[in-house]
């Protein structure tokens, strides 16, 4: 099993692949920019994570890539919206950020409950 380390690194490396994939449009490039640095930081937040020293810090720094998350989406559709890449081309990039967070999402649930006890 791939562990979350390397899924997010994997993750951000597609994120690069897009965006060098993009139009050299100065609208492209300026939506390509926030998706970049969204993106490839997802993997950042993550790795904080495993370095944290309590349960505190970990739902913090994984919570940072929650919010990183979304942003990608948030560009991956205004990206497609604006027809600047086809829909078919970024869904599967779309698929795997919401599974990511699905993990991290269950990630944080089951620190925060171990917190409590």
Not at 61 to 89: C, G, H, P
Request: charge should be positive; include cysteine.
């Amino acid at each position: 099993m791939i562990s979350l380390r390397d899924r997010t690194k994997a993750f951000a490396l597609r994120i690069v692949q897009a965006y060098a994939a993009l139009p050299k449009s100065e609208l492209a490039r300026v939506l390509g920019r926030q998706l970049l640095r969204s993106g490839t930081s997802v993997g950042a937040h993550c790795r904080e994570a495993y370095r944290s020293r309590s349960d505190a810090e970990i739902v913090s720094k994984l919570e940072v890539a929650l919010q990183e998350l979304d942003e990608t989406n948030y560009w991956l559709e205004l990206i497609v919206e604006s027809n600047i890449m086809s829909s078919r081309r970024l869904q599967p990039l779309m698929e795997e950020a919401n599974e990511i967070t699905a993990i991290i999402v269950s990630s944080v649930k089951t620190i925060k409950r171990r917190m409590k006890r």
